[in-house]
């Protein structure tokens, strides 16, 4: 357990046990009781569980602190038109019920004091649509409200009353201020944090439990199976000619297709089932309490009758259905990916069989398994016949319109000419450990290039390289990175290493040694796909990362979707606040351009300046960039309609 985890779990216990808070020693004058109020408030902010625990502490903190007999925290909800009531605290009166629950947020601007209480009584009855007076209590006297910030952006308001008349204490009003002004900064950050963690656990298009989650679904599941003496199908689905609908009418429809394939499916299922989206077009039920195989078949049955009627998408008449291959735990198995694989492997062979077909997994459907032996072997070949390549992309920074750095990709070019996706092979080379010589070539050869073009350009560009969850568990793979570095020439902080959130976390005690080697020899540390795995701050601060990537899947949609715009929005933040650069994947339009460059999101990759290209090509490409040839740069300035 790292050393912050071991301090929340430490303060948690603390919270529990009713120690004294930080601070709590400190007696007298208004500026200590700021000062233990500013400690409290940032020790709550670390412990708390998530945003209602850290408001509830609030307004019981500051209700008792400065003896007011009411204290209750409004949010603005969703819409943006009301504020909603999420914490209350009184004195044991019950007052707190009598509150009103939602507040417009057009009357936050009337803020302040409430001294002359009657008066505003008197008034409200005069001017109904005053309406702060619904949330005067009968015994309050004075009160004021003190209005959350965010920078420029109101996002709540506290709500204190006193039974005493009179105005507040001067530095009383100080003290509420800077409350709240800490208190707004820390719900924002603990909401992003939320959100983050949503995004790692459930799907952004259709809400429903994602791959990673899936599994630890699944072993619930079995567990549960185990003590009941019952079985629990996994049920595989694959929806026939999705790619002909993403192809026919665009990705728009084929997103509304599978929100509305996870609304039908959610429909006609149990409460016990649980149905989770691995990707793409592919989806797969947990169904929990299977007394018999006719248990399972009454499940995929009904899923076929689900599929039967149309689908009415933007004017369009969309007929789809599905291919299910259904595994039984334990009988066909115990293992989680073990189950999946079978499942898998009977979904193909119910898309033999042709549409709104479902196949029981048998002994001998696993054809896919000779094809990854297949593959394997020719791999193999590859590596000695020189088949694999490295592909180069360009990594623009905002600022200047610079080229700063590449990231390599490899490529294997079959015999006959055509490029393998990497899609079909380095899956194959992670689970039989090819991957390490192929990652040693890929590493060596693209330090090798990136040394060539720093003689060629006399510019020192950074070379990115992915390095897969086997590269980093090889006990070598440090010593590997720095021999290679030695050989080639190149510096180390030329060199970027990129890993996924889920290859940090796997191991996590020994990754953060083998990377901090590396980091403090120089080498940079980057999180690739930012977002699509558990995103927690606790890893930012835990690992020596350089860099994160936002993921393309969060950039495709921008400037169309806010919702994905505000969560880019929220990881560039998060990442400039932990003095990270922040890299967004998949810039495709000058739109797209245009917002990360209005966000100072620090550089951006994709189709918009480059295709990943040859080492030859990629060349040329820097030539226009980084020689006496600026036309490059004012094409692209002029593509981007003067946003560089």
Same mark, same amino acid.
């Given at each position: 357990?790292?050393?912050?985890?071991?301090?929340?779990?430490?303060?948690?216990a603390r919270?529990?046990?009713?120690?004294?808070?930080?601070?709590s020693?400190?007696q007298?004058?208004?500026?200590?009781?700021?000062?233990?109020?500013?400690a409290?408030?940032?020790?709550?902010?670390?412990?708390?569980e998530?945003?209602?625990?850290?408001?509830?502490?609030?307004?019981?903190?500051?209700?008792?602190r400065?003896?007011f007999?009411?204290?209750?925290l409004?949010?603005v909800?969703p819409?943006?038109d009301e504020a909603?009531?999420?914490?209350?605290?009184d004195?044991?009166?019950?007052c707190?019920?009598?509150?009103?629950?939602?507040?417009?947020?057009?009357q936050?601007?009337?803020?302040?004091?409430?001294t002359?209480?009657?008066?505003?009584?008197?008034?409200?009855?005069?001017n109904?649509?005053?309406?702060?007076d619904?949330?005067l209590?009968?015994?309050t006297?004075?009160?004021?409200i003190?209005?959350?910030?965010?920078?420029?952006?109101?996002?709540?308001?506290?709500d204190v009353?006193?039974?005493?008349s009179?105005?507040?204490?001067?530095q009383?009003?100080?003290?509420?201020?800077?409350?709240?002004?800490?208190?707004?900064v820390?719900?924002e950050r603990?909401?992003?944090?939320?959100?983050?963690?949503?995004?790692a656990?459930?799907?952004?298009?259709?809400?429903?439990?994602?791959?990673?989650?899936?599994?630890?679904?699944?072993?619930?599941?079995?567990?549960?199976?185990?003590r009941t003496?019952?079985m629990?199908?996994?049920?595989?689905?694959d929806l026939?000619?999705?790619?002909m609908?993403?192809?026919s009418?665009?990705h728009?429809?084929?997103?509304?297709?599978l929100?509305?394939?996870?609304?039908?499916?959610k429909?006609c299922?149990r409460?016990?089932?649980t149905?989770?989206r691995?990707?793409?077009?592919?989806?797969?039920?947990?169904?929990?309490?299977?007394?018999?195989?006719?248990?399972?078949?009454?499940?995929?049955?009904?899923?076929?009758?689900?599929f039967?009627? *149309?689908?009415?998408?933007q004017?369009?008449e969309?007929f789809?259905a599905?291919?299910?291959?259904?595994?039984?735990?334990p009988?066909?198995?115990q293992d989680?990916?073990?189950?999946?694989?079978?499942?898998?492997?009977?979904?193909?062979?119910?898309?033999?069989?042709?549409?709104?077909s479902y196949r029981f997994?048998?002994i001998?459907?696993?054809?896919?398994i000779a094809?990854?032996?297949?593959?394997?072997?020719k791999?193999?070949?590859?590596?000695?016949?020189?088949?694999?390549?490295?592909?180069?992309?360009?990594?623009?920074?905002?600022?200047?319109?610079?080229l700063?750095?590449?990231?390599a990709?490899?490529?294997?070019?079959?015999?006959?000419g055509?490029?393998? =996706? =990497?899609?079909?092979?380095?899956?194959?080379?992670?689970?039989?450990?090819?991957?390490?010589?192929?990652g040693?070539w890929?590493l060596r050869?693209?330090?090798?290039q990136?040394?060539?073009?720093?003689?060629?350009?006399?510019?020192?560009?950074?070379?990115?390289v992915?390095?897969? =969850?086997?590269?980093?568990?090889?006990?070598?793979?440090?010593?590997?990175?720095?021999?290679?570095?030695?050989?080639?020439?190149?510096?180390?902080?030329?060199?970027?290493?990129?890993?996924?959130?889920n290859?940090?976390i796997?191991?996590?005690?020994?990754?953060?040694?083998?990377?901090n080697?590396?980091?403090?020899r120089?080498?940079?540390?980057?999180?690739d796909?930012f977002?699509?795995?558990?995103?927690?701050?606790?890893?930012?601060k835990?690992?020596?990362i350089?860099t994160?990537?936002i993921?393309?899947s969060?950039?495709?949609?921008?400037?169309?979707?806010?919702?994905d715009?505000?969560?880019?929005?929220?990881?560039?933040?998060?990442?400039?606040?932990?003095?990270?650069r922040?890299?967004a994947?998949g810039?495709?339009?000058a739109?797209?351009?245009t917002?990360?460059?209005?966000?100072?999101?620090? *550089?951006v990759?994709?189709?918009?300046?480059?295709?990943?290209l040859?080492?030859?090509?990629?060349?040329?490409?820097?030539?226009?960039f980084l020689?006496?040839?600026?036309?490059?740069?004012?094409?692209?300035?002029?593509?981007?309609?003067?946003?560089?």
């Amino acid at each position: 357990m790292s050393l912050l985890a071991r301090f929340v779990a430490w303060a948690r216990a603390r919270k529990r046990s009713g120690a004294r808070p930080f601070g709590s020693h400190l007696q007298g004058d208004n500026y200590a009781r700021q000062l233990q109020a500013a400690a409290e408030m940032a020790y709550e902010a670390t412990i708390a569980e998530n945003v209602d625990e850290l408001i509830q502490w609030a307004v019981d903190m500051i209700r008792r602190r400065f003896g007011f007999h009411y204290v209750g925290l409004f949010l603005v909800g969703p819409g943006g038109d009301e504020a909603i009531l999420r914490a209350t605290s009184d004195d044991g009166c019950g007052c707190a019920l009598q509150v009103r629950r939602s507040f417009p947020v057009s009357q936050l601007g009337i803020l302040g004091y409430l001294t002359g209480v009657r008066q505003h009584r008197a008034e409200h009855a005069r001017n109904p649509s005053n309406r702060i007076d619904s949330l005067l209590l009968p015994e309050t006297r004075s009160a004021m409200i003190i209005p959350l910030k965010f920078g420029d952006r109101i996002i709540g308001a506290l709500d204190v009353q006193r039974k005493e008349s009179g105005e507040f204490d001067e530095q009383d009003e100080v003290a509420l201020q800077a409350m709240a002004d800490q208190l707004a900064v820390a719900i924002e950050r603990k909401e992003t944090e939320e959100q983050l963690t949503k995004m790692a656990k459930y799907d952004y298009l259709t809400g429903l439990p994602n791959r990673s989650q899936f599994h630890l679904l699944a072993e619930e599941a079995f567990a549960r199976a185990r003590r009941t003496e019952q079985m629990v199908a996994l049920l595989f689905i694959d929806l026939d000619n999705f790619k002909m609908v993403n192809d026919s009418f665009g990705h728009a429809v084929g997103d509304q297709l599978l929100q509305m394939t996870a609304a039908r499916m959610k429909g006609c299922l149990r409460k016990t089932d649980t149905i989770c989206r691995l990707g793409g077009d592919e989806f797969i039920i947990i169904a929990e309490g299977i007394k018999s195989m006719q248990d399972a078949k009454v499940v995929a049955e009904k899923l076929i009758q689900m599929f039967a009627p *149309a689908y009415e998408i933007q004017g369009h008449e969309i007929f789809t259905a599905p291919s299910i291959g259904v595994a039984i735990f334990p009988t066909d198995g115990q293992d989680t990916d073990q189950l999946l694989s079978f499942a898998d492997s009977a979904m193909y062979s119910a898309k033999k069989d042709g549409a709104c077909s479902y196949r029981f997994y048998e002994i001998g459907m696993n054809a896919h398994i000779a094809q990854r032996i297949t593959i394997t072997e020719k791999m193999k070949r590859a590596i000695q016949d020189q088949e694999f390549e490295v592909f180069y992309q360009p990594q623009i920074e905002l600022s200047s319109g610079d080229l700063v750095a590449v990231e390599a990709l490899i490529r294997w070019r079959h015999p006959d000419g055509e490029l393998v =996706p =990497p899609g079909q092979f380095i899956p194959v080379a992670e689970s039989t450990g090819l991957i390490i010589p192929i990652g040693e070539w890929v590493l060596r050869t693209a330090c090798q290039q990136a040394k060539r073009w720093h003689l060629k350009w006399g510019k020192n560009i950074r070379v990115a390289v992915n390095i897969s =969850p086997r590269q980093l568990r090889d006990p070598k793979f440090s010593q590997t990175v720095m021999n290679i570095l030695s050989q080639t020439g190149l510096e180390a902080e030329c060199l970027e290493l990129e890993f996924t959130e889920n290859v940090l976390i796997e191991h996590d005690q020994a990754n953060v040694l083998v990377l901090n080697q590396l980091k403090d020899r120089g080498v940079r540390i980057a999180m690739d796909d930012f977002g699509t795995g558990y995103s927690s701050l606790s890893y930012l601060k835990r690992f020596p990362i350089d860099t994160i990537k936002i993921d393309h899947s969060f950039v495709r949609d921008i400037p169309n979707m806010p919702r994905d715009a505000s969560l880019a929005c929220a990881i560039i933040a998060m990442g400039h606040m932990l003095r990270l650069r922040v890299i967004a994947e998949g810039v495709e339009t000058a739109e797209q351009l245009t917002f990360f460059r209005s966000q100072n999101c620090d *550089a951006v990759q994709g189709y918009f300046f480059s295709e990943p290209l040859p080492a030859d090509l990629m060349t040329e490409f820097m030539g226009d960039f980084l020689s006496e040839k600026p036309q490059a740069k004012a094409a692209l300035h002029a593509r981007s309609g003067g946003s560089m």
